[in-house]
């Protein structure tokens, strides 16, 4: 019958061992019947040393790459070097086999390329305020977007399934426009980086039921769900580190910044809704 591939891996290196002690089993043809008696007294030797509760004095072989790769390389977590990100950590270990998961509403350009010009402003003030040394990255190179749900590994072969039912649960949604202005500070989940972002002002309403959508799916699939008090947002800049809420009057100065460009347009388009997996994009177009 098909053998497990993970059950073959995990049996690699013994079932070599086992290969080289039968390589005296053989017996030739025209031996006598006493040596057809030693040969089956080698072989009841031989198969003693593959059995698994038997003491293997030989150090395991190991598994060469290449065949551990041959099946995904499955469970085994990769090196991460947060010094190739910009000191950024995961927020999870990177599993060979597992691919990072979430949903968001993408920004439009036009969006982008308004605010671009400001953010080097609250940037630059924030940093002042706290004194940070290594200061704010933007988040442009990583698209402006919305988070609908949080940043979860899910296995290859639930990626389908997952897409097929998220693009269910949302293809019913209309488009609407979002605005947003208030500033704040959020930090991830295990306070390695903090963000600031624009929170929404205007759309929440028609932002919630699309946020439940999405978490029955990943319910559904017994990932986890979204904040419980779910603050929609757009992270324009991150730091390294754990930062303190705005006060008022670093709120106050930034909006201030942010209408000192008198043609900023602080609103965008809810026209589609993306599922991200590894490098790869689903698609949601809502209608019109």
């Given at each position: 019958g098909k053998c497990n591939p993970v059950i073959c891996l995990e049996?690699?290196?013994d079932l070599f061992l086992c290969s080289m002690s039968l390589v005296n089993?053989?017996?030739d043809s025209s031996s006598s019947s006493d040596s057809d008696d030693a040969d089956d007294s080698k072989s009841s030797q031989a198969k003693r040393?593959?059995?698994?509760d038997s003491p293997v004095t030989e150090n395991p072989l190991p598994i060469p790459a290449g065949l551990l790769e041959?099946?995904?390389?499955?469970?085994?977590?990769?090196?991460?070097?947060p010094s190739k990100h910009g000191g950024r950590q995961r927020s999870f270990a990177h599993v060979k086999g597992n691919w990072a998961t979430f949903v968001y509403v993408p920004c439009q350009d036009d969006f982008t390329e308004a605010l671009r010009p400001v953010l080097a402003k609250l940037f630059e003030y924030l940093g002042r305020q706290r004194r940070l040394t290594a200061g704010f990255?933007?988040?442009i190179g990583d698209?402006?977007?919305?988070s609908l749900s949080r940043v979860v590994p899910i296995q290859h072969h639930l990626i389908k399934p997952l897409t097929k039912a998220l693009t269910q649960q949302l293809q019913s949604f209309r488009r609407f426009q979002c605005a947003v202005e208030l500033p704040a500070v959020y930090s991830n989940?295990?306070?390695?980086?903090?963000?600031?972002?624009?929170?929404?002002?205007h759309g929440q309403k028609k932002l919630k039921p699309m946020l439940d959508a999405v978490d029955k799916v990943f319910a559904e699939f017994g990932l986890p769900v979204f904040y419980e008090e779910a603050s929609f947002h757009v992270s324009v800049g991150w730091c390294l580190g754990e930062l303190a809420p705005l006060t008022g009057k670093e709120e106050q100065e930034l909006v201030a910044l942010?209408?000192?460009?008198s043609a900023l347009a602080l609103t965008f388009s809810v026209g589609k809704i993306v599922c991200k997996t590894g490098n790869k994009l689903q698609q949601v177009h809502l209608a019109t």
């Amino acid at each position: 019958g098909k053998c497990n591939p993970v059950i073959c891996l995990e049996h690699t290196s013994d079932l070599f061992l086992c290969s080289m002690s039968l390589v005296n089993y053989s017996s030739d043809s025209s031996s006598s019947s006493d040596s057809d008696d030693a040969d089956d007294s080698k072989s009841s030797q031989a198969k003693r040393v593959c059995r698994r509760d038997s003491p293997v004095t030989e150090n395991p072989l190991p598994i060469p790459a290449g065949l551990l790769e041959s099946f995904g390389g499955k469970g085994v977590p990769a090196k991460d070097d947060p010094s190739k990100h910009g000191g950024r950590q995961r927020s999870f270990a990177h599993v060979k086999g597992n691919w990072a998961t979430f949903v968001y509403v993408p920004c439009q350009d036009d969006f982008t390329e308004a605010l671009r010009p400001v953010l080097a402003k609250l940037f630059e003030y924030l940093g002042r305020q706290r004194r940070l040394t290594a200061g704010f990255t933007d988040c442009i190179g990583d698209g402006l977007h919305l988070s609908l749900s949080r940043v979860v590994p899910i296995q290859h072969h639930l990626i389908k399934p997952l897409t097929k039912a998220l693009t269910q649960q949302l293809q019913s949604f209309r488009r609407f426009q979002c605005a947003v202005e208030l500033p704040a500070v959020y930090s991830n989940d295990d306070k390695t980086r903090s963000f600031l972002s624009l929170k929404v002002v205007h759309g929440q309403k028609k932002l919630k039921p699309m946020l439940d959508a999405v978490d029955k799916v990943f319910a559904e699939f017994g990932l986890p769900v979204f904040y419980e008090e779910a603050s929609f947002h757009v992270s324009v800049g991150w730091c390294l580190g754990e930062l303190a809420p705005l006060t008022g009057k670093e709120e106050q100065e930034l909006v201030a910044l942010l209408h000192s460009e008198s043609a900023l347009a602080l609103t965008f388009s809810v026209g589609k809704i993306v599922c991200k997996t590894g490098n790869k994009l689903q698609q949601v177009h809502l209608a019109t």
